[in-house]
């Protein structure tokens, strides 16, 4: 039988979520700097075995009381934790070898738009009008950061592969998000736990291809501290907080704080990374923040 979770009011979801989003950004910038320092499917495999690892203590118990729902509805977590945890964050760290942290950010504020369309797709949700809208605004300014504001390059396909990886990535983190109202009825710990293991396990033969490739992450204080922000804050704390705030106010009006991402991020960059935001970020993140707003009415 699945735990009760403690009862919370929506001000505590909008808080959760203001941090996760804080600590997203940081994962983005601490993705871009790992390019060349550390591979980033180690990077991944690493981030969630040391999650898992911290995590279970806190979830066995839960783990064990659910135990009979997690073996019935084995093969829904195991799709959960491949899509949510498993291989979105290794696809977006590839992304972050060939692309901005301020560009990727931004292309992940598309993710409302995409979450609203993956419920329609999935499970029959009404598309109204102004979804349809806020879909073709929000579209053309992903355009207008993918093309870096350069449409002649759309007659040559000259696309930045960093940039298309992490639209990908981003369609899976919508799939995933609207996956979570079919989340089996186990507790948010019991859940986080298993698919923390989940998504080690699925990076591991990954990391082992990057490592008989050569790739291999040096031992150093700053690597380190980097592994250990990402499996930590930006796995163990955020992911608990954003599973929990999706119970407390739902998918859709969670989704809509993923804009503070490029805020947060963008000012990151600029203080940590050196990143310049140039004009044609502001105009694509403008016009995906229109849809969205216009989706949303």
Same mark, same amino acid.
């Given at each position: 039988?699945?735990?009760?979770?403690?009862r919370?009011?929506?001000?505590?979801?909008?808080?959760?979520?203001i941090?996760?989003?804080?600590?997203?950004?940081?994962?983005?910038?601490?993705?871009?700097w790992?390019?060349?320092?550390?591979p980033?499917?180690?990077?991944?495999?690493?981030?969630?075995?040391?999650?898992?690892?911290?995590m279970?203590?806190?979830?066995?118990?839960?783990?064990?009381?659910?135990?009979?729902?997690?073996?019935?509805?084995?093969?829904r977590?195991?799709?959960?934790?491949f899509?949510?945890?498993?291989?979105?964050?290794?696809?977006?760290?590839?992304?972050?070898t060939?692309?901005?942290?301020?560009?990727a950010?931004?292309l992940?504020?598309?993710?409302?738009?995409l979450i609203?369309?993956?419920?329609?797709?999935?499970?029959g949700?009404?598309?109204?009008r102004?979804?349809?809208? &806020?879909?073709?605004?929000? !579209?053309?300014?992903? +355009?207008?950061?993918? %093309?870096?504001?350069?449409?002649?390059? $759309? #007659?040559?396909?000259?696309?930045?592969?960093?940039?298309?990886?992490?639209?990908?990535?981003?369609?899976?983190?919508?799939?995933?998000t609207?996956?979570?109202?079919?989340r089996?009825k186990i507790?948010?710990l019991?859940?986080?736990g298993?698919t923390y293991?989940i998504?080690g396990?699925?990076?591991l033969?990954l990391a082992?291809?990057?490592?008989?490739?050569?790739?291999?992450?040096?031992?150093?204080?700053?690597?380190?501290?980097?592994?250990?922000y990402?499996?930590v804050?930006?796995s163990?704390?955020?992911?608990y907080?954003?599973a929990?705030?999706?119970?407390?106010?739902?998918?859709?009006?969670?989704?809509?704080f993923?804009?503070?991402?490029?805020?947060?991020?963008?000012?990151?960059?600029?203080?940590?990374? &050196?990143?310049?935001?140039? !004009?044609?970020?502001? +105009?694509?993140?403008? %016009?995906i923040?229109?849809?969205?707003? $216009? #989706?949303?009415?």
């Amino acid at each position: 039988m699945a735990s009760a979770a403690p009862r919370a009011s929506p001000a505590t979801a909008y808080l959760f979520l203001i941090l996760t989003m804080a600590l997203w950004a940081g994962n983005h910038i601490l993705g871009r700097w790992a390019h060349g320092i550390i591979p980033p499917m180690t990077l991944a495999f690493l981030r969630w075995s040391l999650a898992a690892v911290l995590m279970f203590p806190f979830a066995y118990r839960s783990i064990h009381s659910d135990w009979p729902v997690i073996r019935q509805e084995w093969p829904r977590l195991l799709l959960l934790g491949f899509m949510g945890s498993g291989i979105y964050n290794t696809l977006q760290y590839i992304a972050l070898t060939d692309t901005t942290a301020t560009n990727a950010a931004i292309l992940n504020s598309w993710g409302p738009i995409l979450i609203v369309l993956a419920g329609a797709l999935l499970f029959g949700d009404r598309l109204r009008r102004n979804q349809v809208a &806020g879909m073709t605004v929000s !579209l053309m300014g992903v +355009a207008v950061v993918v %093309l870096h504001g350069e449409f002649q390059r $759309i #007659a040559t396909l000259s696309f930045n592969g960093g940039d298309l990886v992490m639209l990908f990535a981003t369609g899976v983190w919508a799939l995933y998000t609207a996956l979570l109202r079919t989340r089996p009825k186990i507790s948010t710990l019991s859940f986080a736990g298993v698919t923390y293991i989940i998504a080690g396990v699925v990076n591991l033969p990954l990391a082992g291809w990057e490592y008989a490739h050569g790739d291999v992450m040096e031992i150093t204080p700053q690597t380190i501290a980097a592994v250990l922000y990402a499996g930590v804050l930006a796995s163990l704390v955020a992911y608990y907080c954003y599973a929990r705030s999706v119970e407390l106010i739902g998918a859709n009006r969670t989704g809509v704080f993923i804009h503070l991402i490029p805020l947060f991020t963008s000012l990151m960059a600029m203080a940590l990374l &050196g990143e310049q935001p140039a !004009l044609y970020h502001a +105009a694509g993140f403008a %016009l995906i923040l229109a849809g969205v707003f $216009i #989706a949303q009415r």
